[in-house]
Structures are given as structure tokens and as C-alpha cells.
């Protein structure tokens, strides 16, 4: 054995091969796996008390310990299997974990989920004598497999994210891949281990070799639930914008009021923070903003019972006030590297310097559409220029603010006049100051250029905006 790898896991689920898979790693020489060892159920095998020594109770307490004791095991290269509901903390250790070799194996869902409800009625989930073999056939139940599909699929996005995310990768092996020695011994070779096997592992035996119609009972049944799926995603809305950070150091804290404001640029961020300081009689310099994330823990700490909020705004106005901001306008605020490169290669129709007397409505209207056609490559990856967070989807904002803390609450500005003030009555304000959220968009508003087709722009840039948060046409304030 070559000291490649500290020890293994097995990524898989129920009914995907996993201990056909065990049984003939185990066949090699200096390759041991150890089951189910962080299943919360049972340690190993159902019908097992420890491994090395260490008991169910030992593992729950500190799942280290067993790690450690599999990765010292002498001159074995030791391993064990995982499943997606298994000791989380054992996740967070072996993925970061590159001396932890990864085997990922999957087995098509519907496969899966067929042979698990037969093993659920005949209560046989492993065959080594065929006479005995019992059968039954599974009853098709379409949420329930939509369910099991969802799990797997989110599970095995994870599990890809993370090893991109620290340069590792895995040895993908399928639930046919199992029938090929050649495949298993390329596998071993991969562990480290230079002993190979003759032939596959004959004790174990596969329970339901039919076809899979053949299998279950509701056949038509499962045959219109397969026809609602989406196997290629085709109604997926593209999502090509760069990953962001939870930018907390943008975070508004009152200065004695418990509330917290998570600003989604673009938005009503001014006034918000106007509010905030109302609330409390202060300027907003007194507002606290600028912490990290361990200032911001501590002010969470420090203010129990504390509200986190946000903001959204209807796309288009968001996009129409970025616009009018930051790139029509030249003062502070405004991105005027961008604003130039905007004029020169995109031919936005704005003046080289701050709008005067003759920049007219119709220019204003030609230039924003201009920009909305800018915002349409740009969103798609297809423009030298950053996405800034001013025009970025606001979808992506928020998974952004989930790295660090999610809002616990997150309105529309056209509920948040109300919204907010009802806020602030719970938290002690019994006549608190209303809120004015009328965008100030100048030298020209919104609803002075307002037409289907700038509409029609809005929706397909910001498709994804459109559908998670239901905005429909736009309105006035």
C-alpha cells in the first residue's frame, strides 16, 4: 500500500449497490470498510455493537475518535460508507479533509426508489441465497419520488460544490459499474493498493432483476408522474452571475432600536436608514454599520429578540434607479469607469458629463433601454464588465446574505410603508415616523418612459426575480 490517502468514504444512498461495493473492497488486500459507521442509528451494521473498539455512544459523543481509529488502523487503508442523513459533523471533517479519498456512487433514482419500497414490504434488503428471495412489487407513489429525487439531487450538488470549492476530486462509480472487476480494480489501484481482484465478489446477489415496469403495481400511475419531470432542466431559468458574499459591513443597526437592515443595493437604502435614525431620534451617523461578521455577532448577542430585514424593490424601478445614479449621474456614487465603457463600446446614448437642460425624455428613454440591454448580456456573462451588486438579481443577493444570516423578514417596497412601522410597534414605538419611499429618480421618473417594451426587457433580464419573488407589471407607488 502507497500512502496516497489516510482513509475513504463511500458517498452513496439506500439501494444503490453500496454493499456489493463494501464487500468487494473488502476482497483486496489492505482495504477495509467498515459499513454504516456514522449512521445515527446503529454503528456499522444494525446487528453490531462498536468498530475497533468503540462503542455507538464513544461515536455520538465525538465522531473523531472513530475517524481517527479508522485512519490508524496498521498497514490497512480503512474506509466507510455515508449517506446523506448521516452524522453531519462527519461531512464537514472529510470533505475538508484531502487525505480522505471520496468514492461518490449513484444508481439511477427510479431504480433506487423502486427497489427500496420492494425491500420496504418484503422487509429483505440484502440476497445471498436466491431461494430465498421473496418478491413483491412496489407501489408507485409520485410525490414521494419527487421527494427522493429532490434529496439525491441536492445531496450530489453539494457534495460536487465542495470538492470544487477545495481543488479535490472523487472517484465516481456507478450502480452498473459494480459488474466490471475492471472498474473495481482501478479503484483499488486509485486508494493506493497495488493487490488486485480475479473476480467480483458472488456472495451478495441483485434482488429484483426485472425490468423496473415490471416491478411495480401502478405502472400508469408512475408513467404520468415520470411525464411531469424536467430530466433536462429545460425550464430552468440560466443563472450565469458570479457568487457573492454576504457583504456585511453594508448591515444598518438602529442606534437603540433592535433592528437590523440588510440593504440590497439598488433599493430604498437611504430612506430605510433615514427611518431607522428617526426611530431613535438620531442622525443616521449614529446608525451602526461597517461591522464585520464577529461585531455583528456580538451586536446579535447583545440585542435578544433582535429583527433582521431587507428590502426588495420591483426590478425594472431598481434597474431604472441604478441607472439614473450611478450611471447617468457623474457625482459621488456614481461607476464611472463603467458609465464610459457604457458610452464608447455599448453605445448608451448619455452625455460625457452630468445631464443638463438638453438632455431630453425621449434620450432618456433610449439611453435606459440602451442600459437594459446592457444589464441582458451582462447578467448572461457575456460582457467584460463586473456584475455589479447594484443590477445583480436580487435572488442572488439574498443567498449571498444566507452565507452569514438570512433576513428573517424580507418585504416589497410596496408593503414595506406598512410593513415596517408595524415592525417598530412591536419593538416599543408606539407612534413611530412613517416611511417615504418615493424613488426621487431624476432628471426623469420611471413612469415618464414606462412602456410595454421596456417592460418585456425587465422580465427577460430578470427572469429570475420575476419568478421567485412573483413581482408582476410594474406600478407606480
Not at 429532490?150 to 481543488?167: C, K, P, W
Not at 443577493?397 to 444570516?405: N, P, R, V
Not at 410595454?452 to 420575476?466: C, G, P, S, V
Request: a neutral charge; aromatic letters at 10%; glycine letters at 6%.
Amino acid at each position: 500500500m502507497t500512502a496516497k490517502f489516510d482513509y475513504f468514504i463511500i458517498f452513496a444512498e439506500m439501494r444503490t449497490g453500496s454493499n456489493f461495493l463494501e464487500s468487494n473492497l473488502n476482497a483486496v488486500d489492505g482495504l477495509s470498510c467498515f459499513g454504516e459507521a456514522f449512521n445515527p442509528h446503529f454503528i456499522g451494521y444494525p446487528n453490531r455493537d462498536e468498530i475497533l473498539g468503540l462503542t455507538k455512544d464513544q461515536r455520538d459523543a465525538d465522531p473523531t475518535c472513530l475517524i481517527d481509529a479508522i485512519r490508524s488502523i496498521p498497514d490497512e487503508l480503512g474506509g466507510f460508507r455515508f449517506f446523506h442523513d448521516h452524522d453531519p459533523r462527519v461531512l464537514e471533517i472529510a470533505l475538508a479533509d484531502p487525505r480522505c479519498a471520496k468514492i461518490i456512487l449513484t444508481r439511477n433514482p427510479l431504480d433506487s426508489y423502486v427497489s427500496w419500497k420492494i425491500a420496504q414490504q418484503t422487509g429483505q434488503w440484502k440476497l445471498t441465497n436466491v431461494k430465498r428471495r421473496k418478491e413483491a412489487k412496489a407501489q408507485f407513489d409520485g410525490d414521494e419520488f419527487l421527494s427522493h429525487v429532490d434529496t439525491l439531487q441536492r445531496f450530489q450538488i453539494f457534495l460536487l460544490n465542495a470538492l470544487q470549492r477545495s481543488g479535490q476530486t472523487a472517484f465516481y462509480v456507478s450502480y452498473e459499474d459494480l459488474q466490471s472487476v475492471d472498474i473495481m480494480n482501478g479503484l483499488a489501484k486509485w486508494l493506493g493498493s497495488d493487490a488486485q481482484l480475479k473476480s467480483l465478489d458472488q456472495s451478495l446477489k441483485r434482488q429484483n432483476p426485472s425490468p423496473t415496469s415490471a416491478k411495480v403495481a401502478n405502472v400508469e400511475d408512475m408513467s404520468q408522474a415520470l411525464n411531469a419531470l424536467d430530466p433536462f432542466n429545460l425550464t430552468r431559468t440560466p443563472n450565469f452571475e458570479p457568487r457573492r458574499g454576504p457583504a456585511v459591513p453594508s448591515y444598518v443597526a438602529g442606534a437603540n432600536t433592535p433592528l437590523m437592515y440588510l440593504p440590497i443595493r439598488g433599493g430604498p437604502e437611504d430612506e430605510i436608514a433615514q427611518w431607522l435614525a428617526d426611530l431613535d431620534g438620531v442622525s443616521t451617523d449614529a446608525l451602526t454599520t461597517g461591522m464585520n461578521q464577529k461585531q455583528t455577532r456580538q451586536w446579535m448577542r447583545k440585542h435578544p429578540g433582535h429583527r433582521r430585514f431587507t428590502v426588495l424593490r420591483h426590478p425594472l424601478a431598481r434597474a431604472h434607479t441604478t441607472f439614473c445614479r450611478r450611471i447617468l449621474n457623474t457625482g459621488p456614487g456614481s461607476l464611472l469607469k463603467i458609465r464610459n465603457t457604457l458610452r464608447r463600446q455599448f453605445k448608451v446614448n448619455i452625455p460625457p458629463e452630468a445631464p443638463d437642460k438638453r438632455y431630453s425624455l425621449s434620450r432618456h428613454r433610449e439611453a435606459f433601454t440602451a442600459f437594459l440591454e446592457f444589464l441582458r448580456l451582462n447578467l448572461a456573462g457575456q460582457t467584460p464588465i463586473r456584475v455589479d451588486s447594484s443590477w445583480s438579481t436580487q435572488a442572488q443577493l439574498l443567498s449571498g446574505f444566507a452565507d452569514f444570516a438570512l433576513p428573517d423578514l424580507v418585504f416589497r417596497e410596496d408593503e414595506a410603508a406598512d410593513a415596517l412601522p408595524d415592525l417598530a410597534r412591536k419593538l416599543g414605538h408606539p407612534d413611530p415616523h412613517q416611511l417615504n419611499l418615493s424613488p426621487a429618480d431624476s432628471p426623469f421618473a420611471l413612469s415618464d418612459i414606462h412602456d410595454a417594451h421596456i417592460e418585456e426587457l425587465a422580465h427577460d433580464i430578470y427572469q429570475r426575480d420575476f419568478l421567485m419573488f412573483g413581482f408582476g407589471p410594474w406600478r407606480p407607488l
